[in-house]
């Protein structure tokens, strides 16, 4: 099974930090990478999709280093509600089929 | 839109007991998905649909068995559920056929074997 490596976890961070989680996939034939947020039981939402070398959105950066099979995810001026478990994905191309293999998360704590 | 619908939202099993999960998306999108979460683990797919009137195994499909009943619903049966199968089991859908191509969610059902 082709692996997706995160930090483990927990960050906890004041309001107001920058805070930066990274992401190792062994797959090097994987074309396409995302970060999902995950809140507290509840489903998994697309945060950013990553296809070239990177993405910004607003306050979060996500980078891709193929050469290093690496991905990071760097959220500046934290926010009580960034609190969450975020989910690194890679793809993975097995045989006659794609699949997404999900990393097993890396939880954020913001405090006041 | 509702999105993915998944019902129920919780259910407890005894060993041996039957069950389906439901799954329903208004996107009108051809793939749909079903994966479980454990803890500990990532989300791992069980089984997936890249149009209506086909299915596929994904990583961990020993215990269910599937059914895509239309473009809409996306069906995961337990025929003797296990403990090894209480888990949080997610139905997702997209829009191309291409597995890999952004997923969105349903709330989920966590289900408990005893």
């Known amino acids: 099974r082709k692996e997706v490596e995160q930090d483990p976890g927990p960050f906890n961070v004041p309001e107001g930090a920058t805070v930066a989680f990274n992401c190792t996939y062994s797959?090097?034939?994987?074309?396409?990478f995302f970060w999902y947020r995950q809140d507290c039981r509840k489903e998994p939402k697309l945060l950013m999709s990553?296809?070239?070398s990177g993405n910004e959105d607003g306050r979060f950066t996500a980078q891709l280093n193929r050469a290093s099979q690496y991905i990071s995810l760097l959220i500046r001026d934290s926010k009580l509600s960034d609190s969450a478990t975020y989910l690194c994905?890679?793809?993975?191309?097995?045989?006659?089929?794609?699949?997404?293999?999900f990393g097993k998360g890396t939880k954020l704590s913001v405090k006041p | 839109n509702a999105g993915v619908t998944q019902t129920p939202k919780f259910q407890v099993l005894k060993t041996g007991q039957s069950m389906t999960l439901q799954c329903a998306q208004d996107?009108?999108?051809?793939?749909m998905y079903w994966y479980r979460q454990d803890p500990g683990m990532g989300l791992r797919l069980i089984y997936y649909?890249?149009?209506?009137?086909?299915?596929d195994k994904g990583e961990v499909p020993n215990g269910y068995n599937v059914s895509r009943l239309n473009k809409r619903e996306f069906s995961l049966r337990l025929e003797s559920a296990a403990p090894s199968q209480t888990s949080v089991y997610f139905c997702?859908?997209?829009?191309?056929?291409?597995?890999?191509?952004?997923?969105?969610f349903g709330p989920g059902t966590r289900l408990t074997v005893l």
């Open positions: 649909s890249a149009s209506e009137g086909t299915t």
């Open positions: 797959n090097s034939a994987s074309q396409s």
């Open positions: 990553v296809y070239s």
């Open positions: 997702a859908s997209n829009e191309g056929g291409d597995i890999t191509d952004t997923q969105y």
């Open positions: 996107m009108n999108h051809n793939s």
């Open positions: 994905v890679a793809n993975y191309y097995g045989g006659s089929q794609g699949n997404l293999i």
